[in-house]
């Protein structure tokens, strides 16, 4: 079971193609959202206002089965911009990222093959320049249980070293842990065999 993703956890610098006079600049975001990636393109709107095109890609979903993308050619032939840049987020096998090419015309039409090379090429340019990272796919949990069974419970959560997120100690006792994916099942059993503590699964 793959339980492990790539990402970028902070923008891309600017990268900048040129071909027959047309410049294409590059920029790869981090998100999570659709309303981020609306974000982020108002803002490249703004910054340059006298480009002819804003082509873009995205993808979002730390597991593969549930991941959702989009490509868009903003007005470019079909297909010759937006899954050109997509390839490329194929390609690297990042997700939660959005991928904006910027084209400013140079007066000089490209052809389709040409459109399709510089778009990708600026993707793969702005991807290049990004800090990618290898993260965890966790899935999170809810221990509930009366103090005197607290030293069992930390007992298990030190064995196996485990992350915890939360905690509200009192006479009732919640701690909420996060773990990776492939252990998930076994420590939800270890924490279920043990008497008085009871374990959920916290999804989101």
């Not at 975001?29 to 709107?45: M, N």
Request: proline share 2%; charged share 30%; hydrophobic share 35%.
């Amino acid at each position: 079971m793959k339980d492990t993703y790539k990402t970028i956890v902070k923008p891309s610098n600017e990268v900048l193609f040129k071909d027959k006079n047309s410049k294409f600049f590059g920029y790869a975001f981090p998100v999570i959202s659709e309303d981020e990636v609306k974000v982020h393109l108002e803002d490249l709107k703004k910054k340059h206002h006298q480009a002819r095109h804003w082509c873009y890609a995205w993808q979002t979903g730390k597991d593969e089965e549930h991941r959702q993308f989009r490509a868009n050619d903003d007005g470019e032939p079909s297909n010759s911009a937006g899954m050109p840049i997509y390839g490329q987020i194929q390609s690297f096998d990042v997700t939660d990222i959005l991928m904006v090419v910027v084209r400013y015309f140079g007066g000089v039409k490209l052809g389709v093959g040409g459109l399709i090379r510089a778009y990708k090429t600026a993707a793969q340019m702005a991807l290049e320049n990004s800090k990618i990272v290898k993260r965890t796919i966790d899935e999170n949990f809810e221990i509930h249980f009366d103090y005197p069974e607290m030293n069992i419970v930390m007992r298990i959560i030190k064995e196996y070293d485990l992350s915890i997120t939360s905690q509200n100690l009192g006479l009732d006792c919640k701690i909420y842990i996060s773990v990776r994916k492939k252990e998930a099942e076994n420590i939800f059993e270890k924490f279920q065999a043990v008497y008085k503590v009871e374990i959920k699964k916290i999804e989101g």
